[in-house]
């Protein structure tokens, strides 16, 4: 029998969804409880304050996905309702197609139910443990169940559940089944209390929510924070993002202990079979040369594999000439959501954006987008700011520690006019973007917090921010020169006036005469010049007078707006 | 064409010139002598530091626009002043370009130095221009008589200057209309207002027979132009006393003689090519072992610079041989260092002893 400590190491299962899984099985002799207390820290409850958001973007990531999948443009409303101290209500509703009945229960209170994990496929579940974890969490913190309505179309019934775990058997103890009127389409909503703390800042649950909303452009969000503030991110696109494929695991991405696993539970009758059904890129001819250089015969059948040959298949694939793995399966943005994700939340003045073509490391195909929103309402003497994506879900712990930092440090921002000292995050009034799809992100730590420092990866990473800062130092110096040219013009309308005074007085000309003389210097010193202008690319979005409106909108009142400036 | 005529037609002449290069679609052009040291000549026949040929253009540019406005604006302020009869001092010149807008100055440094750009672009002192120095011209006691004119009536004024008792008569900015009757014998040019008090108090110009002007450090203008016409026009030879010091030599006697390096454009008329130098010397501090001070290293570097580029240094081997003594000594002597020997020593002993023997002098 495989043990744990044959996967430690490998970025391509998610170990901590696997120890859960291996755990889950023993339940018998160890509660689910337990097992969820030892292990809170890996599943994102580590504190109050991050149990708020943990549940938060669970419900949000389930939302997003359920919608996509069903083909409909989502429309989340939450809400978090403080109801007194440590303890908060959450309240999710989105416009999916809904969960059929008899799913319910199991969705939302039975531990890696339908669990999304070994599954090569760009999704936003790949991040998390699910939503029956906040509903775990919730039981554990106050007792108090959770409650979830659905229903799946206009002439069919509204289910409402009252639910709860049964910590022994991590089996749904339904404490409420009803039909109730709710006067929607279709969709689910779900309501937890739990123990859990309220900040803001930039790694609050408000922060999230933005951030989701701008690398989601086609997902209205209405949220509601404990300080009664409500927000509003409206959708920017009607366009749906393309489904992504799923796709077997190419085999330069292997390790050892997966390879085992995978040899364990395939259905395949010999070697051959298995590449060629397990994997892809590989065909009978590659499979027999791999077989041959690993020195195991090809009609061997997988379960009979020793770990000793395994070793030898994985060093074997290594050396073998093996096609790239697909790419159409990773699904980017595309350069104009993403401007268009940045220019509906952050006010600034220029905006450009990239998505480099796929790539891929150790097997698995990725895309790298990135996106600049400069000047307008940024402030230029902090460090910019930086916005991390994995398949379209927020990353805002860890920023030090990820890979898409150091490649953001190691690009040259001093050619691009934005100011930085050796080493360190860049000064300047820009926000950065950066977004990573793949069919498997890998991530430093099972917190999955931080991107893993992957040279394919960053090299990807600083072209594309190489291919925005180019632009950005195109528009930056043509602002410059502008401004010079416009201060220079503005000199020349101020003194010009004064020749012809001059002029005029000590020659006793008549007004005709003088205002010849000052068309005429006008005329030449402009002519000189040549004629100054920004070219009308589009980008100049930037209002002083929108600002407040858009600020309204937002629902950022002044008060808070200086309190945030502090 | 009378003087006044002159002036106005230059300044129209050279406006209506920028007039023109404008409507041709040229850029106009103000085309000064540069004023300073390094291009100035000094011919001792003449007596004067004189220009070189160097000039600076200012050519109208969106970056030279400004000073090329407030430089026309000036000149226009002068045409005024001209035509009228009237005058403006340094700074109400300023006070009156906060009129200006935009093109107004916003110090005075500012306005004083393109007033000596306009002065120097017609080769005309400033007061034929209309402007006037704000600074006193210099004191004067002895045996003259000022004839001026009632700034009302237009009636001559006769001012003895033996009459101001302890007191004195004071140079105005402008003497170009003065006269002078006089029967002295010499003038005599004091640095300090110190040493001239006690000249005056003890009635030296009688005993002596004399004029005492006192400069109060570098001389003026007017002062200059005043000396000049006294000594030019009633044959007076001229004395000056400073201290024994390169400030002294350098800045004070050597303006006076041969005027300066800033205004290089006038010096024909502002200096006074027939001054003789008394003292204090370098030698004097030997022969009347004079208590001294040490030279600062400023003071050594202002005579190494004097040794080196001052035109009028380097025409007369005395002045080089002075100052190099100087330099050796390490020393400098203020004039009332005299008062070691008692306070009326200057009067009873060094003047006359000056007087009677040239040789002590200084070119």
């Not at chain 1, 149990?51 to 069903?70: G, I, P, Q, R, W």
């Not at chain 1, 939450?78 to 999916?96: H, P, S």
């Not at chain 2, 900015?173 to 001239?196: N, P």
Request: aromatic residues 8%.
């Amino acid at each position: 029998m495989t043990t744990l400590n044959d996967f430690s190491g490998t970025e391509q299962l998610d170990s901590n969804a696997i120890k859960a899984h291996e755990l889950a099985k023993k339940q018998r002799e160890i509660s689910i409880a337990e097992f969820f207390e030892k292990n809170r820290h890996l599943l994102g409850f580590d504190n109050k304050r991050k149990a708020l958001m943990t549940t938060v973007k669970e419900a949000v990531d389930n939302s997003l996905d359920a919608c996509e999948e069903a083909g409909i443009l989502p429309e989340l409303n939450i809400e978090i309702i403080e109801m007194g101290e440590d303890r908060f209500r959450i309240i999710v509703e989105d416009n999916g197609p809904g969960i059929v009945k008899k799913q319910i229960p199991k969705i939302f209170a039975k531990l890696l139910y339908g669990s999304k994990f070994h599954s090569l496929k760009q999704s936003r579940g790949q991040q998390g443990i699910g939503i029956s974890a906040s509903v775990m969490y919730s039981q554990l913190t106050t007792g108090k169940p959770a409650k979830i309505t659905s229903t799946i179309g206009v002439n069919q019934p509204s289910h409402y559940y009252e639910l709860g775990i049964d910590t022994q058997k991590n089996t749904p103890k339904i404490l409420k089944d009803e039909i109730v009127e709710w006067d929607k389409e279709h969709g689910t909503k779900i309501e937890l209390d739990l123990e859990a703390a309220y900040q803001k800042g930039i790694q609050s649950v408000d922060e999230y929510l933005k951030q989701t909303a701008i690398i989601n452009p086609h997902t209205t969000i209405i949220y509601t924070n404990p300080k009664a503030e409500q927000f509003i991110y409206a959708r920017a696109t009607d366009n749906l993002p393309v489904q992504p494929r799923e796709i077997r695991p190419h085999p330069y991405g292997i390790e050892i202990g997966i390879l085992i696993k995978m040899l364990s539970w395939t259905n395949a009758k010999t070697l051959q079979q298995f590449f060629t059904t397990e994997f892809e890129r590989i065909g009978a001819k590659t499979a027999k040369d791999i077989c041959e250089k690993a020195g195991v015969l090809i009609k061997t059948k997988p379960r009979s594999i020793s770990r000793e040959q395994a070793e030898r298949l994985i060093k074997a694939i290594r050396v073998t000439k093996i096609i790239a793995p697909p790419t159409d399966c990773v699904k980017p943005l595309g350069p104009q959501l993403v401007e268009k994700g940045l220019k509906k939340e952050i006010n600034a003045e220029f905006f450009v954006s990239t998505t480099r073509p796929p790539a891929v490391y150790r097997g698995n195909p990725f895309i790298i987008e990135a996106g600049i929103a400069y000047g307008g309402e940024l402030t230029s003497d902090n460090q910019i700011k930086i916005l991390r994506f994995a398949n379209s879900v927020p990353l805002l712990y860890q920023q030090g520690a990820c890979g898409i930092t150091d490649a953001i440090i190691e690009t040259g921002w001093r050619n691009y006019g934005i100011s930085q000292s050796q080493k360190s995050v860049p000064v300047g009034p820009a926000t950065v973007l950066v977004h990573m799809a793949s069919v498997w992100v890998p991530f430093t730590s099972e917190a999955k917090e931080a991107l893993a420092h992957y040279p394919e990866i960053t090299k990807e990473i600083k072209l594309a921010l190489q291919e925005c800062g180019r632009k950005l130092a195109s528009y930056v110096n043509k602002k410059k020169r502008v401004n010079e040219e416009t201060k220079k013009r503005s000199y020349l309308e101020k003194y010009v006036p004064h020749i012809g005074i001059a002029l005029k007085e000590l020659l006793a000309l008549s007004d005709q005469e003088e205002s010849r003389i000052n068309n005429t210097l006008r005329d030449m010193l402009e002519d000189i010049r040549g004629k100054v202008e920004l070219e009308p690319d589009g980008t100049q979005t930037y209002s002083e007078e929108l600002k407040p409106i858009i600020n309204e909108e937002n629902g950022v009142d002044d008060e808070q707006e200086r309190r945030s400036n502090q | 064409m009378n003087k006044k005529e002159e002036v106005i037609n230059k300044i129209k002449d050279q406006a209506t010139d920028v007039y023109q290069t404008i409507i041709k679609r040229q850029k106009p052009e103000l085309e000064m002598p540069i004023r300073a040291l390094s291009n100035v000549t000094y011919d001792p026949k003449k007596g004067f530091f004189e220009l070189n040929g160097a000039m600076k253009k200012r050519t109208l540019t969106v970056n030279t626009i400004k000073t090329f406005a407030q430089t026309l604006r000036l000149m226009g302020l002068s045409q005024q002043l001209v035509k009228t009869n009237d005058i403006a001092t340094k700074r109400e010149a300023y006070y009156i370009s906060k009129n200006w807008g935009d093109a107004s100055f916003s110090e005075q440094t500012e306005s004083d130095a393109i007033m000596d750009d306009v002065e120097s672009l017609f080769m005309l002192n400033r007061e034929r221009i209309g402007f006037i120095p704000e600074e006193k011209g210099g004191d004067v006691a002895g045996r003259l008589t000022v004839i001026d004119k009632d700034p009302d009536s237009g009636q001559e004024i006769k001012i003895d200057c033996t009459k101001f008792g302890s007191g004195s008569y004071s140079v105005p900015s402008t003497v170009e209309e003065l006269q002078f009757e006089t029967k002295a014998d010499f003038i005599l040019a004091v640095e300090t207002t110190g040493m001239y008090q006690r000249l005056v108090k003890h009635n030296y110009f009688k005993k002596s027979n004399c004029i005492l002007i006192s400069l109060g450090g570098v001389p003026t203008r007017s002062c200059r132009r005043f000396i000049r016409r006294l000594s030019d026009e009633k044959n007076l030879p001229v004395y000056a006393f400073t201290d024994g010091d390169p400030y002294g030599w350098l800045n004070i006697y050597r303006t006076l003689k041969v005027g300066s390096g800033n205004a290089a454009h006038i010096n024909k008329y502002f200096c006074v090519p027939n001054t003789k130098f008394f003292g204090i010397t370098a030698k004097d501090i030997i022969d009347y072992n004079l208590p001294t001070h040490p030279l600062k290293d400023v003071d050594i570097k202002r005579v190494q610079d004097g040794i080196k580029n001052d035109p009028f240094v380097l025409q007369h081997p005395e002045w080089q041989k002075a100052l190099q003594d100087l330099v050796k000594m390490k020393k400098r002597a203020e004039q009332q260092a005299l008062a070691t020997h008692g306070l009326n020593f200057v009067i009873s002993d060094y003047l006359p002893q000056k007087l009677e023997n040239p040789k002590s002098w200084l070119p």
